[in-house]
């Protein structure tokens, strides 16, 4: 299951926080967990997730879909979490919550997942070197996800924990033409 891309709203965080503080005391951590990577894989399905959002689908309908691809396969707390959705209707949350839960998970563990951006594909022992750089320096197991990203142009962009460390060319050379732009507008207001 992968968070870093995805955006929980205050409400999905509170049903994430419920779940997890439950599926915490229940000691069912690692089932919850699996029924959240199935939901994730079930609302990253662009029609699946249309269904869910639209207003105008039946709640009977949406709860058929839901049983049909989580089922009673999903733990009860899972199960439990599906029902007060889907009497408040709050479906449209569903493709919130699994990362939010995700994140709580992480925060629990002592991990904390990232985004690695670079301009060529990079290889395993490199990320691992990466990873553990960085989790070396924040004192957390830090997890990455490798993306490629060619207006970098070279090196490597991070973003963890909302927190961006930029390595990259492109960076470098933004950074060049912003000191470069203050110089000008420096200069001129002197003249001026």
Known sequence: MTS????SGPAARRYARAIFEAARSAGALEEVAGD????EGVTSDSIISEWMADPRMDESKRS???ER???AKAHSLTQGLLQVLARRRRHSLLSEIPGAFLRF???HAGRVRGVLESPLPVDASALEELEKSFSEST???VLLESTQEPSLLGGVRVTLDGIRYDG???????KIQDRLAQAELGHRSLNS
Do not use: P, T, W
């Open 4 to 7: 870093s891309g995805h955006f």
């Open 36 to 39: 959240m990577e199935v939901l």
């Open 64 to 66: 058929a879909i839901l």
């Open 69 to 71: 691809e989580i089922g």
């Open 105 to 107: 998970l992480d925060a």
């Open 139 to 141: 004192g957390k197991k």
């Open 168 to 174: 990259s060319v492109r960076g470098r050379l933004d």
